[in-house]
């Protein structure tokens, strides 16, 4: 039997918030930085987007419906194109009307609300899918979540909305001795658990300009990994889009290594296949029980990025107050903004694990120190408090 592969791209903007003080509470309810954003998006449209697209387009004509391909988009990152950018959304609608090209379904805002509040992680999911089938005219029954967080619980609710997999990542603390390089089953549910292999992301989208390596060497790692790999088993590859380009840059060699990636894939045995053509196998898969909340964040694959400081801790003890609210509010802007609010990169600025990170990651977070980010996150939220609560 043929083994498989499948190419999976994350694409994220996130709202920067502006420098609010303590006498703006009450006063100014305009919280995001707009000069930040437009710069950052047209950043990573000429650095990346463009450039990828254009590659992604190559390779799905030299190679037809060998080559597959997927992705997953933010709602913030929609929001940004259609009115900053509405020429990089067009760029990417016509990527996306291949046939081989697929759009999975994902969290609206990227944020923790899977971990938080069911349901309104579910009513976001279901705004996201709706959403993605209204902008791009369609949507996958496949689920890639913020940080592919993922439990049993996160795994049940998935599939009480109907899907028939979902996106997590390979935690060696959850597979033991198991291989992430197979298709599991929920224990409890029809639903289907594909696993990143962190590994062989990281080595492209973290240690690539550090380590370089070919797309030879790539796919000869991935047919090599006898461990774990079997025949007939299935490589993730997962990664921000913006690795081609923004997070490594072009200098590195990194849209080369793209380039030739598809034919040493298929050199090396492996058959490209979208997530959605993995879920409809009808072959035996093992159980996985994940008892505890996993993620493609740092080392650990947990939560630590996101409860490590007390900092951390009481946005997301504010975040828990307001959920019960947010259930019924019928303000859209108020929606609106607490999507914005509650994207994990706000806690990311406040990390000090992500404070001393190399400046490579630290060029995004406009504090200077975790402290700063805090104080202007919870002037903002007292003052989201307040209208909500004036309702």
């Not at 000090?352 to 402290?371: A, V, W």
Request: charged letters at 25%; hydrophobic letters at 35%.
């Amino acid at each position: 039997m043929n083994n498989t592969f499948s190419l999976t791209f994350k694409v994220h903007q996130l709202f920067y918030l502006r420098p609010y003080r303590f006498f703006d509470i009450g006063q100014r309810h305009n919280y995001y930085d707009d000069y930040r954003n437009k710069y950052i998006l047209k950043r990573f449209s000429e650095r990346s987007y463009y450039k990828a697209n254009r590659l992604m387009h190559e390779l799905c004509d030299r190679f037809g419906d060998k080559f597959k391909l997927s992705f997953v988009f933010s709602g913030t990152a929609v929001d940004q194109m259609q009115w900053y950018a509405p020429e990089l959304f067009e760029d990417f609608r016509q990527l996306l009307t291949r046939p081989n090209v697929e759009i999975l379904a994902g969290d609206d805002s990227c944020s923790a609300l899977a971990v938080l509040d069911k349901n309104l992680w579910k009513a976001q999911v279901e705004r996201h899918r709706s959403r993605m089938k209204e902008v791009f005219g369609k949507c996958s029954d496949v689920l890639a979540g913020t940080e592919l967080l993922y439990d049993d619980a996160i795994g049940k609710a998935a599939a009480e909305m109907g899907y028939k997999g979902i996106l997590a990542e390979g935690a060696k603390t959850v597979l033991g001795w198991k291989s992430p390089h197979l298709i599991y089953k929920h224990p409890a549910c029809a639903l289907n658990l594909i696993l990143r292999d962190g590994v062989l992301s990281e080595n492209i989208s973290v240690r690539f300009a550090d380590r370089p390596l070919t797309a030879a060497q790539f796919a000869s790692d991935a047919a090599n990994d006898r461990d774990t790999l079997k025949d007939g088993s299935h490589v993730n590859f997962y990664c921000n889009y913006a690795t081609l380009g923004e997070y490594q840059e072009e200098e590195s060699g990194i849209f080369e290594f793209f380039r030739h990636l598809p034919q040493e894939i298929i050199n090396n045995g492996f058959s490209f296949v979208s997530l959605s053509d993995l879920c409809q196998t009808q072959a035996e898969k093992p159980e996985l029980h994940v008892p505890f909340t996993t993620s493609a964040m740092d080392d650990e694959k947990d939560l630590t990025a996101l409860y490590a400081n007390e900092l951390q801790r009481d946005v997301i003890a504010n975040w828990k107050k307001v959920c019960p609210s947010m259930r019924s509010c019928p303000v859209e802007e108020l929606q609106k903004d607490f999507r914005f609010l509650t994207s994990v990169e706000h806690l990311a600025f406040m990390s000090t694990k992500y404070f001393t990170e190399k400046p490579s990651i630290r060029y995004l977070n406009p504090y200077d120190s975790p402290y700063d980010a805090y104080i202007d996150y919870m002037n903002i939220w007292s003052d989201f408090t307040q209208r909500l609560q004036g309702l």
